[in-house]
């Protein structure tokens, strides 16, 4: 039998293969982001620096769709493509920025001034830092002037060491956080900065060696958003184990909620589109009067009330040493919402240190007081 080496052409294939597999790959990573973006929204975007996280994860998606256009079209279509990527990139650092900073401070005028510089960025990618598209064993590659590029090389590594600098800030600062959200968060900051180190080093790279290069750059989307990606899905279990019993013995929720200290003032209202609207200070007087029948009257202990009925309506009261979680529905309660509204004032109540004993005290922590009426009333398994 004849022996000898193998045909040239076969690590040709594999180069080949190699090549068409990061070619595609920008489409993995778009969904991955956009996975990372449409979580937020389906949980229901609540906040400020919610809506500007799911916006700059979209735009990441966005960027990985554009990526694959880059890869697979002529020139003249290449160089928009190439141009409305970096577009995407810098919107996206942006947006990221913004997270970072609304988590830690207000939004005011000062945001105008990242809005101002990417406005001038993007009139750079457009009319200067892009000179042609080549190709090189048709793959594609961007001819780029030194100069312009890397001033937006330097923006968006700006605008990435501003997200760092906010997370970390909330990261030390932030009191209202729980546990889960606070590692949720410094996962989301790791994420960001071995991709700020990673651009760092791709950029000098890329000015040092500009001409063909590999498609094989088109993995570091994926690398980095699957893992943001998981902490952002991050499923605890007894949330799941809340989720079942609601699935299984739930048959009527909540249409308003509302979270009072014990004061007899309101922390926090929601009430859901379409729901029973209810002036809560009225119904914390009306509970208020109910509970003092009880105790004085009836000789019962502080906080007995636990339900009253209106026809068809219900108003049920979960009572915990600081707070009282108080929810309307339409339909007999059952159970499993009792254990649900046992479970949120035991959550917004593990805020230590003595900062829940007053009413004044209690509203800071309006944030994550809302938070806990939402889980009651649009509950989420993840």
């Not at 990573?29 to 979209?58: H, Q, Y």
């Amino acid at each position: 039998m004849a022996s000898g080496s193998p045909p040239a052409t076969e690590g040709f294939r594999v180069t080949e293969f190699v090549d068409l597999v990061f070619l595609n790959l920008p489409l993995g990573s778009a969904l991955v982001w956009l996975l990372i973006a449409l979580i937020p929204w389906l949980r229901g975007l609540r906040t400020a620096p919610e809506k500007a996280f799911a916006a700059a994860a979209l735009l990441v998606g966005l960027l990985g769709v554009l990526d694959w256009v880059f890869f697979h079209s002529p020139d003249s279509i290449a160089v928009i493509a190439v141009k409305a990527r970096m577009s995407c990139l810098v919107l996206a650092a942006l947006g990221f920025l913004y997270f970072g900073r609304w988590l830690a401070r207000p939004r005011g005028r000062a945001d105008l001034l990242p809005l101002s510089v990417v406005v001038a960025v993007l009139a750079i990618i457009w009319i200067e830092a892009v000179r042609a598209v080549h190709y090189a064993d048709g793959i594609p590659w961007v001819e780029r002037d030194p100069l312009w590029f890397a001033v937006y090389q330097t923006s968006v590594g700006v605008l990435t060491s501003g997200v760092l600098y906010f997370l970390a800030w909330s990261l030390r600062h932030s009191g209202f956080a729980s546990d889960a959200s606070r590692n949720r968060l410094r996962a989301v900051l790791w994420v960001f900065a071995l991709g700020l180190v990673a651009w760092v080093v791709l950029s000098i790279y890329g000015n040092l060696t500009q001409g063909p290069g590999s498609p094989i750059f088109t993995v570091f989307p994926i690398i980095f958003g699957v893992p943001l990606l998981i902490s952002v899905v991050r499923v605890d279990p007894q949330r799941f184990r809340m989720a079942l019993r609601r699935l299984l013995v739930t048959p009527a929720r909540p249409m308003m909620a509302v979270l009072y200290h014990n004061s007899g003032h309101p922390i926090a209202q929601i009430v859901l589109s379409g729901g029973k609207e209810l002036d809560a200070g009225s119904l914390g007087d009306l509970a208020g009067a109910v509970d003092a029948v009880l105790t004085k009257g009836l000789k019962s202990d502080a906080g007995a009330l636990r339900q009253l009925r209106h026809g068809d309506y219900y108003i049920v009261f979960e009572h915990g040493p600081h707070v009282t979680l108080v929810a309307v529905l339409k339909g007999t309660p059952s159970e499993g919402l009792r254990s649900e509204m046992r479970m949120a004032v035991r959550d917004f109540e593990s805020i230590d240190g003595g900062k829940l004993d007053t009413w004044e005290s209690a509203a800071t922590f309006s944030d994550r007081a809302f938070a806990t009426l939402e889980e009651v009333l649009s509950p989420t398994v993840l």
